[in-house]
């Protein structure tokens, strides 16, 4: 059992660390870089904040590290409780993960093209520019891509987490609300971009209340072994 609470709490922990970083990249383009409209602002923001900028791509970086980590852990944790499911929830990871990496590519090319390099000087300084804001549109749209999949893995993760025991079946439940809200939002930015920032403010606590419950359970719970388990042990 203490075995079980350990990896439990292990995987909290993975989890806390995967989030953090995400969250620091997600957020700090869009705030402190990117200004909608006006391409030479967004170009002086990055090259004025460069390493902060860079640390953003870094924190994007070890979101997707730490993800593969935390799945792995999840997956030797509920292996045992349904193999069809976990499988699903390791497969919906590293697709998020795949294009997550891809769009970090994205958050790259402003770098190179404000760089000042020789081959960038067939463009003009407002082309260059106009060419960073088309690159974190790119960005942007990416992450609506990507945030399918950030909503997907929380189907088969909510289902394992109901089945298992380990936890209370009330947090496999907000997991799978959470699914569903990151695929409207997903859906929503993908198909009408006009009301994307109305339903992602809309959808905010519905995806984020069963992943923090989570991490908070397993930071200070852990998992429980079943009462018949427990019993027989």
């Known amino acids: 059992m203490s075995s079980l609470r350990s990896r439990a709490r292990f995987a909290g922990v993975l989890y806390l660390l995967m989030g953090i970083p995400g969250a620091f990249n997600i957020q700090y383009i869009p705030a402190a870089v990117l200004v909608r409209g006006d391409a030479a602002a967004t170009a002086r923001n990055i090259t004025s904040g460069e390493l902060m900028y860079r640390m953003a791509i870094l924190s994007g970086l070890l979101n997707a590290i730490v ?21 699903l929830m390791v497969l919906f990871v590293s697709a998020a993960v795949a294009i997550g990496l891809a769009n970090l590519a994205s958050q790259i090319a402003p770098l190179i093209l404000l ?52 936890f209370p079946r009330i947090l496999g439940v907000l997991l799978i609300i959470g ?30 209340i069963g992943e923090v419950a989570m991490v908070i359970w397993l930071l200070v719970r852990g998992a429980r072994m079943p009462p018949q388990e427990s019993l027989s042990s």
């Open 115 to 166: 760089s000042g390099a020789d081959f960038l000087s067939v463009f003009t300084r407002p082309q260059l520019e106009a060419l960073v804001l088309a690159s974190l549109r790119l960005n942007s749209n990416g992450n609506y891509l990507a945030m399918a999949f950030w909503g997907l893995w929380l189907f088969p993760f909510g289902v394992l987490v109901m089945k298992s025991r380990f």
């Open 179 to 208: 699914c569903f809200a990151y695929l409207t939002v997903s859906f929503t930015g993908l198909v009408f971009p006009a009301h994307s920032r109305v339903v992602n403010q809309a959808a905010l606590p519905f995806y984020a």
């Open 67 to 87: 993800w593969v980590f935390l799945v792995v852990c999840l997956y030797d944790l509920l292996k045992d409780v349904d193999r069809t499911q976990a499988r």
